[in-house]
């Protein structure tokens, strides 16, 4: 996946990622977490944002603490170069998770100060990606979506619906968001695919 993006930004510049998907439970957040584990693998730093300050995940998912994240960053009196960056063992990756859920998820994405969150974060690493909560279910996603460089849409196989995957497409096109791609999660393996490289073929 990682690979494909590398090429996707080819002629555009991809430093900033949003991973979403249509509805909940479809897959998003692992699939975000693996890919920054994946990018991280080398040389290149990778910040792994929680940014579904509804159902955070990350830090259960890197068994990391969730006392201080990025709702902290909108706090009075929070000094602009403080980001409570946690480091992910024998990788490039650090996690900025959520911290504690604020009561108007919305407003602080939609904030000002959300933009000056993310020019600190792109100083400090060559790739930030985004865990957003699903896009057809709160407007969350798509106010960060006009933030940052591209999207990636997550669907699952036998769950998610296309109706769902139509109307996720449309939010993202009137904030103009540039959908990178999708990933499908759970599909089924097709064994017909794996004769082409096959001894007999």
Not at 128 to 149: E, G, N, R, Y
Request: with cysteine; hydrophobic share 45%; glycine share 6%.
């Amino acid at each position: 996946m990682s690979i494909n993006l590398e090429f996707a930004a080819v002629d555009r510049p991809l430093r900033s990622l949003l991973v979403t998907s249509p509805a909940p439970d479809e897959g998003k957040s692992v699939a975000i977490a693996n890919l920054a584990v994946a990018m991280g693998d080398g040389d290149r730093s990778v910040i792994l944002v929680d940014a579904d300050l509804r159902r955070p995940s990350q830090h259960e998912l890197f068994g990391l603490t969730n006392e201080r994240g990025l709702s902290d960053l909108f706090r009075g009196g929070t000094a602009s170069g403080d980001l409570p960056l946690q480091n992910v063992p024998n990788t490039s990756v650090r996690v900025l998770t959520s911290g504690p859920l604020p009561p108007i998820a919305g407003q602080l994405l939609a904030a000002r100060r959300m933009d000056e969150v993310i020019a600190q974060l792109l100083e400090q690493a060559d790739m930030v990606l985004f865990d957003a909560p699903p896009i057809v279910a709160v407007t969350d996603a798509s106010l960060l979506a006009s933030k940052v460089d591209g999207v990636l849409l997550v669907v699952k196989a036998n769950c998610t619906r296309r109706d769902h995957v139509r109307a996720a497409k449309d939010r993202l096109d009137k904030v103009n968001a540039w959908v990178v791609g999708s990933v499908l999660l759970d599909a089924p393996y097709d064994r017909s695919l794996g004769e082409y490289y096959s001894d007999n073929g």
